[in-house]
Each structure stands twice: as structure tokens, then as C-alpha cells.
């Protein structure tokens, strides 16, 4: 372990006075890490299951990423729209051939998963028509046009009026799907898996049947794959699970290997709605997290970290679930990212009971702990989670019980 370079336990303390208070929660200072592995200011060692909220596809410190940035920051950093830079353009190559569309798509690049949905918000927009459906509970963002189809009322409330005219009909359901879809609408906006909702996985078909009610009528299926995608669920797309082709696919997260970066892939003739002039980003584009991205995507092939994924994330599931402690009703998602469904609302107690026992874990709803981890989690580091979670699960059981 090198020493720890930015250490300072008084963080905690100091934070109040700097940062507004728009998370709420207690967050612990961490000074470094490698891999899978974090350190806090005062020298614990953590095995990250929350990877900076499924964003560090490769971990911390990847070597990969480190050279891809500092080669990039070196050469030439920004360069703004005005102008190109190759990462910038490979990048979007590389992800429409990911994607299975060479040639029928483009991309546009964004700084966060929430600027990712814009993009899509206004591509919607720029059909001619206004009506948008989303689901309930999805989560796609915090900005004005994002949080108009995020489907959490508590989160869309302090913030009415929201842009739009937007159905949110009941997540998983085809039927309901079908009876809100019209002439009149723009876009139909789905996470293939709900991640902020509490790792929610629809019935087998769901995204197919999506596909197969946008196209009768003429409106844009945007799949939201800011949580599913690069990696995260054993495919580069979760929705390639179930070969549905999108005309939208956002993303964000995982793609920069912890560099702010997100994407918008458009296909067909939603590639095209958006003009010169219509929509931009200073940053979007940025050479040093476009190189960043290329890095993931090379190491994620490389490394054959898609298989990886799904045979990990198997072992993980099947460990939780094997340890038949009752207070595990079920574990729901795909490859590595899964939500581990608790019989109380104890997550936020099994979340510091698993901080204290040395694994950073995110209770991602009251009763569902949600495992994200970076998908080169070896083997053991997945068994080591699944020992310790009896204990873990007793202690948060019985801190929720002396609450
Ligand atoms: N869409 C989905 C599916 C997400 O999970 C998130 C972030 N949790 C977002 C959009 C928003 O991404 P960001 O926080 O980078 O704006």
C-alpha cells in the first residue's frame, strides 16, 4: 500500500462549510485505491461493491486509464467543438460498431448521464411531435428535461413546473406500454434494468415488445443505458440481452473510467434531427475522456471482461442467495449489477455494517442493497463479500432494531 497522498480524517468536519448539502448523507474521506480496492484518510482498506456508482468499470488506478489520460493531457487536451481530435472520433466509431450499427448511427458526445438524456430529450423534441412516455421510477438525470422523465415524483416535486408532456405508466408492463403510446408521441424513454429504483428487471420480452409498439407508431424508443451499459450487465448494451436495437442509446457512467463522460448514440433517422447550431456542450467531445473511454472499452475486450461479468456476477448472486440468511428475500439484476432485496428496511444499517466490516456497498433504496462493483472483481473478492454478509446482516438487522 503506498501512503496515502491527500489523507485528512478532518474532511469530514471541513466538508459543511464547503460543499452545499445536496446529498445529505455522511460520506466517508477516501484517499486512494487500486482495483477493487479503496482506502479511507485514516489508512482501512475497503473492498468497493459501490465503484463511484457504477462508473469505474475498471476500478481505481487502472493502469490502462492512467496512461490513456496523462498520454492525452500531454498532447492535447481540450480543443472544444470548433475543432476534432481523433480519440474523440474513435471513440464514436468504436461505440456504434459496440452497438452492432456501423454506418447507421452517430454520436454525440456529453459530460454526465443526465446531459446524455437531454440530448435525447431535445432529439425527441426535434420530431415535430411533444408527448414522451417513461416509467415509474426510472431515474434518468436531474436536469430540467431529465428529471421531466424521471418517474420519482419526490425528486420531480421541488422543481414544478417540469418541461414537457410526459406519461409515466408502470415499469414492466407492456400493456399499459401500449395503451400510453399514440400517434403524438415523440419518444418512449426505458432503463433495460431500473438501477436507481432499487435494481428492478422487467419480464422477460419487455424491451422487444417496446420496440415492436414505437415502431407501429412512429415514436423513438430511447433506451437509458447511463447504469446497463458498457459492460455492466455481461453485454456492451444491456438491451443486446435480448437483440432489441434502439434509436436512442444513452450512456455515461462506466464509459469514462471515472473521467465525466457521456454519450448519446442515435440511429437511423434520429441521427439526424438534431442540426448545426441546435444542441452543444463545451466540454462534450473532450479528448483526454474520450481516450479515457477508448481505454475501457480496449481493456473491457482485452481482458475478456464481458464473460468475466456474467461468471462473476453469477457467483456473486448465487453466494448472496447461498447463504440462506433470512433476511435475503432475493437478489435481482444482471452480471454486476445487483440489488440484494431485504425482508426489512434495514439497507442503510446493512450499508454501514458492511463499511464497518471493511466493504463499501450502497443501500440504493430502504430495503435493497445495491452491488455495482468494478467488473474486474475477481472471484475471491465476490466470496469475501458473500462471508462476511451474515455478520453484516445480523449487525444491520439489530442496529435497526435498537434504532
Ligand atoms: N440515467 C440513469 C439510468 C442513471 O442511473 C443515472 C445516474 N444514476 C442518470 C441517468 C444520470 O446520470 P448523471 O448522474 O451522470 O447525470
Not at 440462506?324 to 428496511?345: C, F, K, N, Y
Request: charge should be negative; aromatic fraction near 4%; hydrophobic fraction near 45%.
Amino acid at each position: 500500500m503506498t501512503a496515502a497522498p491527500h489523507g485528512d480524517s478532518a474532511l469530514t468536519a471541513r466538508w459543511r462549510g464547503a460543499l452545499m448539502d445536496n446529498y445529505g448523507t455522511p460520506r466517508l474521506p477516501l484517499t486512494h485505491g487500486e482495483g477493487a480496492r479503496l482506502w479511507d484518510a485514516a489508512g482501512n482498506e475497503y473492498l468497493d461493491f459501490v465503484g463511484g456508482i457504477a462508473v469505474n468499470a475498471l476500478g481505481t488506478a487502472h493502469p490502462a486509464v492512467v496512461r490513456a489520460v496523462s498520454d492525452q493531457i500531454g498532447t492535447l487536451g481540450h480543443v472544444s467543438n470548433l475543432f476534432l481530435a481523433e480519440p474523440t472520433v474513435a471513440l464514436a466509431e468504436r461505440l456504434l460498431e459496440l452497438a452492432g450499427r456501423p454506418g447507421d448511427g452517430r454520436v454525440y458526445f456529453a459530460n454526465s448521464g443526465a446531459e446524455a438524456v437531454e440530448a435525447a430529450f431535445k432529439i425527441g423534441r426535434r420530431t415535430g411531435r411533444s408527448h414522451m412516455v417513461a416509467a415509474l421510477g426510472g431515474f434518468h438525470g436531474r436536469t430540467m428535461g431529465a428529471l421531466a422523465l424521471t418517474g420519482q415524483p419526490a425528486k420531480q416535486d421541488p422543481f414544478l413546473p417540469l418541461p414537457g408532456e410526459v406519461t409515466h405508466i408502470p415499469y414492466g408492463d407492456a400493456e399499459a406500454l401500449r395503451a400510453a403510446v399514440t400517434e403524438e408521441t415523440a419518444l418512449v424513454v426505458l432503463e433495460p434494468l431500473q438501477g436507481e429504483n432499487g435494481v428492478v428487471v422487467p419480464p422477460a420480452g419487455y424491451l422487444a415488445a417496446a420496440r415492436e409498439i414505437t415502431a407501429a407508431t412512429g415514436a423513438l424508443l430511447v433506451l437509458d443505458e447511463v447504469q446497463t451499459g458498457i459492460g455492466r450487465t455481461g453485454h456492451w448494451f444491456a438491451c443486446q440481452a435480448e437483440g432489441v436495437e434502439p434509436d436512442v442509446i444513452t450512456l455515461a457512467k462506466g464509459l469514462g473510467g471515472g473521467l465525466p463522460l457521456g454519450a448519446t448514440l442515435a440511429f437511423g433517422e434520429a441521427a439526424t434531427l438534431l442540426t448545426p447550431g441546435q444542441h452543444g456542450s463545451t466540454f462534450g467531445g473532450n479528448p483526454v475522456a474520450c481516450a479515457a473511454g477508448l481505454a475501457v472499452l480496449e481493456t473491457i475486450e482485452a481482458d475478456g471482461l464481458l464473460d468475466h461479468v456474467k461468471r462473476v456476477g453469477a457467483r456473486l448472486r448465487d453466494g448472496v442467495l447461498g447463504i440462506g440468511h433470512p433476511s435475503v428475500t432475493e437478489v435481482r439484476g444482471a452480471g454486476l449489477l445487483l440489488g440484494i432485496v431485504l425482508s426489512q428496511p434495514f439497507a442503510p444499517q446493512a450499508q454501514q455494517a458492511a463499511q464497518d466490516a471493511g466493504f463499501l456497498v450502497n443501500a440504493v433504496a430502504p430495503d435493497v442493497v445495491r452491488l455495482a462493483p468494478p467488473l474486474l472483481l475477481s472471484a475471491a473478492e465476490a466470496d469475501a463479500l458473500v462471508s462476511a454478509l451474515p455478520a453484516v446482516l445480523d449487525a444491520a438487522a439489530g442496529a435497526a432494531r435498537d434504532r
